[in-house]
């Protein structure tokens, strides 16, 4: 029994000496672990400006009136008038090319409209003319029926159609067949009286497009004649803006000889 026990109490000594060891040993990997991840914290250098920088950046944020051009070497206050006049010229040049421009572009656009309104009317005076020819055609053909029926209205005429039927009352067949060839005189008297007012209403009509077509023409015509005077008035006025004393090149002198 008592080395039993002196046994156990070795093993536990020993188990305890071990568990000592092993915590040391833990502690110990910690400590190196913590100290290689914790990085040294160092505060930066804080920036002093010297006298030199706060000068030249006051003199950039105020704007001095006495300050010269980069280009010209003098005040910018006291610039040279001439070339003020030269950018405002330059400027109103280019003004005027872009108004010019914007008319040449309505006007085309005026003259595109007239055009497809020059081209819709006779379209429109053409198409009348077919529609009066064809109401003159029908006219002529109701009018040669009129001279049929007047003709066929004689009482000899009317005597000898009616004499090859066989009828113990030929005055009845008469006044039958004259009523019957009143009332169609009648009709076609009223178709040719619509005809006629057709036909006035189709010449008022191509009056009034051929009217519209001459004045679309001689408007188109004048926008033409007014579009090349204005290139020939540009032109020259350009050839006497090139040939000013001010823009004409000096010649060079001749040698004496």
């Known amino acids: 029994m008592e080395k039993n026990s002196m046994r156990r109490l070795l093993t536990v000594l020993i188990a305890l000496v071990l568990m000592a060891g092993f915590l040391l040993v833990d502690s110990n990997a910690q400590k190196r672990r913590r100290r290689r991840r914790s990085p040294r914290i160092t505060n930066p250098a804080i920036y002093q400006p010297s006298p030199t920088d706060n000068s030249s950046g006051d003199t950039s944020n105020t704007a001095d009136p006495n300050t010269t051009d980069a280009q010209s070497g003098r005040p910018k206050s006291e610039q040279d008038p001439q070339e003020m006049k030269k950018t405002?010229?330059?400027?109103?040049?280019?003004?005027?090319?872009?108004?010019d421009k914007l008319?040449?572009?309505?006007?085309?656009?005026?003259?595109?409209?007239?055009?497809?309104?020059?081209?819709?009317?006779?379209?429109?005076?053409?198409?009348?003319?077919?529609e009066l020819?064809?109401?003159?055609?029908?006219?002529?053909?109701?009018?040669?029926?009129?001279?049929?029926?007047?003709?066929?209205?004689?009482?000899?005429?009317?005597?000898?159609?009616?004499?090859?039927?066989?009828?113990?009352?030929?005055?009845?067949?008469?006044?039958?067949?004259?009523?019957?060839?009143?009332?169609?005189?009648?009709?076609?008297?009223?178709?040719?009286?619509?005809?006629?007012?057709?036909?006035?209403?189709?010449?008022?009509?191509i009056a009034t497009s051929d009217a519209e077509i001459e004045r679309l023409r001689k408007k188109l015509d004048a926008a033409d004649e007014a579009a090349i005077q204005n290139a020939k008035t540009k032109a020259q006025s350009e050839g006497t803006t090139s040939a000013e004393p001010g823009l004409r090149p000096t010649p060079t002198p001749t040698p004496p000889r």
């Open 88 to 99: 405002i010229r330059t400027l109103s040049t280019q003004v005027d090319k872009l108004s």
């Open 103 to 130: 008319n040449q572009m309505e006007e085309g656009q005026r003259s595109l409209a007239d055009l497809e309104r020059l081209s819709r009317a006779e379209a429109r005076s053409a198409a009348l003319r077919a």
């Open 133 to 205: 020819r064809d109401v003159q055609s029908k006219e002529s053909d109701l009018e040669a029926r009129a001279e049929e029926i007047d003709y066929a209205l004689k009482p000899e005429n009317i005597e000898r159609s009616t004499a090859g039927y066989g009828t113990t009352h030929p005055e009845e067949l008469r006044e039958q067949r004259k009523r019957q060839l009143e009332s169609e005189k009648l009709r076609v008297r009223k178709q040719l009286d619509g005809f006629a007012i057709s036909h006035t209403r189709l010449d008022q009509a």
